[in-house]
């Protein structure tokens, strides 16, 4: 039995979604109207995954998700609105610790709650199995606990021996795939790699499309990288990641000038958007399989495996996220069970990784 605390002011949304988790039955539930009956309950209840509004009264849901993650950390799916200030306050979220979000159906919400079933309960379950890292806040963690500052966290495993991959030569591309967790994996992914980077990078998150523009945005600005949106045909260019856009996929493509991104409908077999399986597979339609690098990370389902294990059969090279840092290991996992990664890496890895196998 999952153990579910729905934290929202509307007391008809706080019905709604009561309503939704009833209709399972794995699903124990309690409520709470703001952030602040939400802590109160964290200890009594001791929920496995919490439901959270972002505005609310008293206390707001971000400032709520603050104190959980340091005071009792456990998976957290935001509730957001998909606004463009939704957006930003969702990626917010997911840095702070979020582990994914659903999007609240506009309109009148009663008339439309139905479509938030399917998506709402898949993702609470993920959510319940997901591995929150242990570095996440740790310091403010173990302040809290014991009332005084404390040390420094322990420094990171060394990496493990690995036989240096042989380096590529010439032009190529890397694809990169990720769904759950992406966010703040894709932050720890592109702040390590130096804005001398020599190939493009393509990245497929599953988003919707108000959100995919804030996410490059903000990665932009974190990263030593020039980090787009792709809402058209864009020419890919050493030094740059091509972030493509949500509710649609991406896909490559050659022009007279050279290789370009843009944006593409959903087609039939492709469930999950932007998909990294159409990504890839374009990809290797007009770059050699030998110039291309598949990195898969986190994220729920299995996008991107089949296409990456064909990658890797062809004779390009592949990375998926070890189990260890991955916060849920559904893409990755499904990669290395096909037998298609050469390697499995800690996340904080796959930067250095990357670095080897590029010119």
Not at 73 to 79: H, K, L, R, S, Y
Not at 199 to 228: C, E, K, Y
Not at 249 to 258: C, K, P
Request: proline fraction near 8%; charge should be neutral.
């Amino acid at each position: 039995m999952t153990k579910v605390l729905v934290v929202d002011d509307s007391a008809l949304m706080r019905k709604l979604l009561g309503r939704i988790f009833s209709t399972a039955a794995d699903f124990e539930v309690r409520f709470a109207r703001n952030g602040v009956e939400a802590l109160e309950l964290l200890e009594p209840f001791k929920p496995d995954v919490v439901t959270l509004d972002v505005q609310m009264p008293q206390m707001d849901g971000l400032t709520c998700l603050d104190r959980i993650m340091v005071e009792r950390p456990c998976p957290v799916v935001m509730v957001s609105s998909l606004t463009a200030e939704g957006a930003e306050t969702t990626l917010k979220a997911l840095r702070l610790g979020a582990i994914d979000f659903v999007a609240k159906p506009e309109g009148a919400i009663s008339l439309h709650i139905d479509d938030l079933t399917e998506e709402l309960l898949t993702k609470v379950r993920a959510a319940s199995a997901a591995r929150i890292r242990s570095s996440v806040r740790l310091k403010e963690r173990i302040r809290h606990r014991i009332g005084r500052d404390a040390a420094a966290p322990p420094s990171a495993q060394l990496p493990r021996e690995r036989k240096t991959p042989a380096r590529a030569v010439g032009d190529g591309l890397v694809v990169v795939g990720t769904s759950t967790g992406g966010p703040p994996a894709l932050e720890a992914l592109l702040t390590a790699l130096p804005a001398t980077f020599p190939w493009p990078i393509v990245v497929a998150q599953h988003m919707p499309g108000t959100f995919t523009g804030a996410l490059a945005r903000r990665l932009d600005g974190l990263s030593a990288l020039n980090v787009v949106e792709v809402p058209r045909a864009l020419p890919l260019q050493a030094g740059s990641v091509f972030v493509g856009k949500g509710d649609g996929d991406m896909v490559i493509d050659r022009r007279a000038s050279g290789l370009v991104a843009l944006p593409a409908r959903s087609q039939p077999g492709y469930p999950w958007h932007p998909s990294t399986d159409r990504l890839v597979r374009s990809a290797m339609d007009h770059v050699p399989p030998s110039q291309i690098v598949g990195v898969l990370m986190t994220g729920m389902g299995s996008d991107g495996a089949k296409a990456m294990t064909l990658l890797r059969a062809r004779g390009g090279r592949t990375i998926a996220e070890a189990e260890e840092t991955a916060v849920v290991w559904g893409m990755p996992g499904e990669l290395v069970a096909a037998d298609g990664a050469d390697w499995v890496l800690p996340l904080p890895e796959i930067a250095g990784w990357l670095t080897k196998l590029v010119p």
